[in-house]
């Protein structure tokens, strides 16, 4: 039997039912939805890096979910129902596209390249922000403070870069970024030299310490931008990376009838470099 998105709504409008629905759904607002979308959203995206394509429609179905319920807690509190949601997003696609879709006129304007369509996109958006009555002209407009950070840093990096504030290419970027270490290093020194009482100077310093290391992240970022990596795609590749070696280490040290925990770091280090050594021979 096939479902469709009727079914969906209907289901999500009996979980939320005051009398007959789901004590748990009920309870739920906004604010303690949020999490679990983003989670879902990183969830999707873990299954496109497996090129697991059935956990890939399991995972889409969640997330659109979330959509579905976020848009029956806004209707039952009379701001807008899921039709709307597809009325909105549906006229977004068709406005910000009109070299796709002609206007009224029947009109399509046209575009050289994906780069001159990433640039009338932001136009557009910035006309959209306007229209709304949004005072903020600055080209950072309206990059969203919801967003991960990793993620933020990049979108303002790449706002700025519409005006040419850039670099041109991962070059200084590297000597930016060794300039940034050595001033966390710096902190870090000066962190071993504060009197252990001197609660303000440590406080002082840890205050310094976030922000230099800060730097570093939104240079790290910049880094990869500029190379034409994906910063997140690159960061999930090393998470993946350091598990698979690290339960491979414990599974040569349990082969041995032994455990890590205890080792000393120069022993749980030899184990590191054999489950790399395997990894890199593509044992793993």
Known sequence: MSHTIEDLLRIMATLRDPVRGCPWDVKQDFATIAPYTIEEAYEVADAIDRKDYADLRDELGDLLLQVVFHSRMAEEAGHFAFTDVVD?????MLRRHPHV?????????SVEDADAQTAAWEELKRRERQD?????????AGVSRGLPEWQRAYKLQKRASTIGFDWSDPGPVLDKLEEEIAEVRSELVAAAEIDAHDVAAKAANRARL?????????VAVNLARLAKVDYSQALRAANAKFERRFRRMEALAQAENTQLDGKSLTVQDAYWERAKAEDKAGLL
Do not use: R
């Open 101 to 109: 879709f002609p206007d009224a006129a029947g009109k399509l304007l």
């Open 210 to 218: 976030e922000d230099e290391i800060g730097d570093v992240l939104f």
């Open 132 to 140: 709304k009555g949004d005072a903020d002209t600055s080209v950072l």
């Open 88 to 92: 909105a997003i549906c006229a977004k």
